[in-house]
């Protein structure tokens, strides 16, 4: 059974502090590891796929790897608007399409 | 490109009713979508996934019949809460794949329940 396990649960950060969050999987052959972003009272929002290990996908000041057993999302400078819950989610081979979710780290930037 | 609408946003509705809840894909053809149930502070329950023409399969644990899906055209899947109780209360969001190989789910924007 895939699991994912995401840490911390929750982050505070100052404005400009830059930190990572951290997603452990274990899944009987990855075909991709997904970050998502979800506001309070809204849908998660697509941030990015990877799909071995090595990868690496940057976007304004989000940036996501991938190793064997773990993907980090590195926050860089974050700002207010940074603050959100972010789920990491898995996709096995023996899942069909089905994704397994970690639990999420909500992150609180504060100016 | 990749938008997912649901509604409505929000439903209040009296306890024993029925409530439709529907989800399109906006600018792609959406060759499966899925149902997840979310809990406050808590991650996404997947409920049910269902392929356009096929029926859907769903979760252990999931009432097919309190939560009928129809998945009736490659943009428009419906989730029915059938004689909706206060504890089918929560947030309820679809999410869309296009089928292109490269497997991300796009979610909407989720569907608040509230059952009196």
């Known amino acids: 059974e895939d699991q994912v396990t995401q840490s911390p649960e929750a982050l505070r950060l100052q404005e400009g502090e830059s930190s990572s969050l951290n997603c452990s999987y274990t899944?009987?052959?990855?075909?991709?590891l997904f970050w998502y972003r979800q506001d309070p009272g809204k849908g998660p929002e697509f941030l990015f796929t990877l799909y071995s290990a090595g990868e690496e996908k940057e976007k304004e000041r989000l940036k996501a790897t991938l190793t064997k057993k773990e993907s980090f999302l590195h926050i860089t400078a974050p700002k207010p608007e940074d603050s959100a819950t972010y789920l990491c989610?898995?996709?096995?081979?023996?899942?069909?399409?089905?994704?397994?979710f970690g639990g999420g780290t909500r992150v609180l930037v504060k100016p | 490109g990749a938008v997912v609408s649901q509604h409505p946003s929000r439903v209040i509705c009296k306890s024993g009713t029925s409530v439709k809840i529907e989800c399109r894909s906006l600018?792609?053809?959406?060759?499966?979508m899925f149902w997840y149930r979310q809990f406050p502070k808590q991650s996404l329950m997947l409920m049910a996934t269902s392929n356009e023409g096929s029926k859907a399969t769903y979760e252990q644990g999931v009432e097919k019949d309190k939560f009928l899906i129809n998945h009736a055209s490659l943009t428009l899947s419906t989730l029915t809460v059938t004689s909706a109780h206060p504890e089918d209360s929560s947030f309820y969001i679809c999410?869309?794949?296009?089928?292109?190989?490269?497997?991300?789910?796009?979610f909407g924007p989720g569907t608040r329940l509230t059952v009196l």
């Open positions: 600018d792609f053809q959406a060759t499966t």
């Open positions: 999410s869309a794949t296009r089928g292109t190989g490269l497997n991300e789910q796009f």
């Open positions: 899944v009987s052959g990855l075909r991709g």
């Open positions: 989610a898995v996709l096995g081979r023996a899942a069909g399409n089905k994704l397994t």
